[in-house]
């Protein structure tokens, strides 16, 4: 079975920095993307990155774009989601989510939470002014 468990929120004032990490299990030897979305009080779940297992390739949110780097140590099936200069907007619930495939992940739009199977807890980014 496949579990999620992210950490790493927290708060810190504008311009600042934190990292994110998504520890997976149940997705030795398969195929995967791992997404990280955001929720906002009162707003939709929107997805901010993703990472493909089959190539490394990377996505972002226009919104992210040069501010937050995704990575994966495969060694220790963590998804890790760097983010720089944040800003207030940026406030919201962290998640993660995984899509696993044992032969090859075939996905629509990485940015629709639905195309997700599985999902983490969630952790708390606040952004101060």
């Known amino acids: 079975e496949v579990q999620l468990v992210e950490s790493g929120g927290g708060l810190v004032q504008a311009g600042g920095s934190l990292t994110l990490s998504c520890a997976a299990s149940g997705i030795a030897d398969a195929d995967y993307v791992i997404a990280w979305f955001r929720q906002a009080p009162g707003k939709e779940r929107e997805g901010v990155s993703c990472i493909s297992s089959s190539d490394g390739s990377t996505y972002y949110a226009d919104s992210v774009k040069g501010r937050f780097t995704i990575s994966s140590d495969n060694a220790k099936n963590t998804v890790y989601l760097q983010m720089g200069s944040l800003k207030p907007e940026d406030t919201a619930v962290y998640y993660c989510?995984?899509?696993?495939?044992?032969?090859?992940?075939?996905?629509?739009?990485?940015?629709?939470?639905?195309?997700?199977?599985?999902w983490g807890q969630g952790t708390q980014v606040t952004v101060s002014t």
């Open positions: 989510a995984a899509i696993v495939s044992e032969t090859i992940v075939v996905i629509t739009d990485w940015r629709r939470p639905y195309e997700y199977p599985y």
